[in-house]
């Protein structure tokens, strides 16, 4: 995971004072090297260890200077050494003299705060009290490794995709457990159309330059691939986006060192030929969504590797698109997931975006982790309006669980505060006054049932209200206290129906 960690041209902006009539070596070494492919974020976002143990060697070896013990094709078989060579992004000989390297690290740690402060403003919560929580066994198997759910509402069941590649569903009527088919791998979306099943898998999961992913459809005993070396996919879209009668597919192959967004179009003999959209790492996630109003569906894109960004792919003639990026943040914050929503009501789609991947190298709690409303101006500008601060905050679904007619929050955090609040896995955020951004948090309060790091939402039990399911992820991406280590790989809990109370 994070998967995000393009600190790939990586070198850094520090918003200090200085003389820019006359600026230091240091500083020039900044603007000179600096913000070639990303937002430069601020020293003081990161703690003086990671810079010095992490960051900067890989921020060195991207300017083709290898610090030992931190060479990046350290363990690599020799066939992914290959693969990262090919890249070109570090390179063979250094890019900047070994003084001004030495010069810029000194600066670095010189600057770097020694820890990061906690949130000034301690968030209030309380125990989740607008939904009754329900755990659910798919098996006699201890842990969980969902890597895929999704609520299928019209047969009212749940499915849901491992680590192993296997497909299942669970029957909300029956409550019972059916294995549809075996996979490669990680199963990362599933769409099941009457006898005929379209899989993505991930291929490797761990950050990787070998593109093991494949889109399959599976009919019976046959399966036909629909596009295979796909570079560790995260999302697929299948979608009609021309109007012609044949359905298009979007993938986003989050890869690694590089990735991209895939647009898959079937020609005259029915086969799938691929077209990049954007040739950039850490395609996460992808909504369709006229933001123009001229009729054709455009492409709303999260970008969470290096360059974190939010593009809109305006839909053109002919399956053409024009890209716009909308939002750009920090290539330390994690981007992780994206919404739309008209949050004030103006008729135009503002954007939630939720930021806490932590499993890169710069692993710590961060106090700019949590959840962000950027509003519409109207003409797709978007501007920051409100923060929600939330360690490890990982996926949102924005909707009016209440009916009260403003836009409520349920947000997971993969990576909470372990020492202070694990149980900010999951919390709801109930809207109080939608104008000034006033929300009341609730939590859930029980931390050992499961790692939840999946969530749908859906009126599963038909009386009027949405609901919301959790999926649990035994796997550890980084260190959590033990005794939640051990409670997870114990648990038989799969996953957690959170029942609306309002009806």
């Known amino acids: ?82 693969a990262v060579i090919k890249t070109g992004v570090y390179p063979s000989k250094p890019l900047i003299p070994l003084e001004d390297w030495k010069l810029l690290k000194e600066y670095i740690i010189e600057l770097a705060p020694d820890s990061l402060l906690s949130n000034v403003h301690k968030t209030e919560s309380k125990p989740l009290d607008t939904f009754t929580a329900f755990p659910i066994s798919l098996d006699s198997v201890k842990g969980s490794m969902i890597t895929y759910l999704d609520i299928d509402g019209e047969k009212n069941r749940i499915i849901t995709g491992s680590r192993q590649g296997e497909l299942n569903t669970y029957d909300l009527n029956t409550k019972t457990f059916q294995l549809l088919g075996d996979f490669d791998s990680a199963i990362i979306n599933a769409r099941i159309l009457n006898d005929s099943v379209y899989v993505t898998s991930m291929g490797k999961m761990d950050p990787n330059e070998i593109p093991r992913g494949a889109a399959v459809l599976r009919k019976g005993n046959e399966t036909a691939v629909l596009q295979d070396s796909l570079h560790r996919p995260v999302h697929t879209l299948f979608l009609d986006l021309d109007k012609n009668g044949s359905e298009e597919v979007v993938i986003c192959e989050f890869g690694d060192l590089k990735g991209k967004l895939t647009l898959l179009k079937k020609n005259d003999f029915g086969f799938y030929e691929e077209q990049v959209l954007l040739a950039l790492p850490g395609a996460l996630r992808v909504i369709p969504k006229d933001m123009n109003h001229d009729g054709k569906e455009d492409l709303v894109v999260l970008f969470a590797q290096g360059d974190e960004s939010v593009y809109i792919l305006y839909q053109q003639e002919n399956l053409k698109f024009e890209a716009e990026k909308v939002l750009r943040f920090s290539p330390v914050y994690g981007s992780s997931w994206i919404e739309l929503v008209d ?3 103006d008729g135009f789609e ?26 519409n101006d109207g003409q797709n500008n978007f501007k920051e309006s409100y923060f929600h601060p939330l360690n490890g905050a990982t996926r949102v679904i924005a909707n009016d669980f209440d009916q009260d007619g403003d836009i409520d929050f349920a947000l997971l955090a993969t990576f909470p505060d372990f020492d202070d609040h694990p149980d900010y896995n999951f919390i709801y955020l109930v809207n109080k006054e939608s104008t000034s951004y006033m929300f009341s948090q609730e939590h859930l309060t029980n931390t050992k049932l499961g790692r939840w790091f999946l969530m749908d939402a859906e009126d599963i039990d038909d009386d009027g209200d949405v609901d919301i399911v959790l999926s649990a992820l035994s796997y550890s991406f ?6 939640l280590e051990e409670a997870w790989k114990e648990s038989y809990t799969d996953l957690l129906i959170l029942k609306n109370k309002l009806h």
Request: aromatic share 14%; hydrophobic share 35%; charged share 20%.
């Open 1 to 82: 995971m994070n998967l995000k960690f393009c600190f790939y041209c990586i070198v850094f902006m520090v918003f200090i004072s200085c003389n820019t009539e006359n600026p230091s070596r240091e500083e020039a070494l900044f603007t000179g090297y600096c913000a070639s492919c990303h937002i430069a974020p601020d020293i003081q976002s990161l703690p003086k260890d990671i810079w010095k143990n992490e960051v900067l060697p890989e921020m060195g070896a991207r300017m083709g200077i290898f610090t030992k013990g931190k060479h990046p094709y350290y363990k690599l078989p020799f066939h992914e050494q290959i």
């Open 343 to 345: 949050y004030n009501k």
């Open 478 to 483: 980084t260190p959590a206290p033990e005794y």
């Open 350 to 375: 503002d954007i939630i975006t939720v930021n806490g991947d932590n499993a890169d190298k710069s692993f710590v709690n961060k106090p700019y982790h949590g959840m962000r409303i950027h509003i």
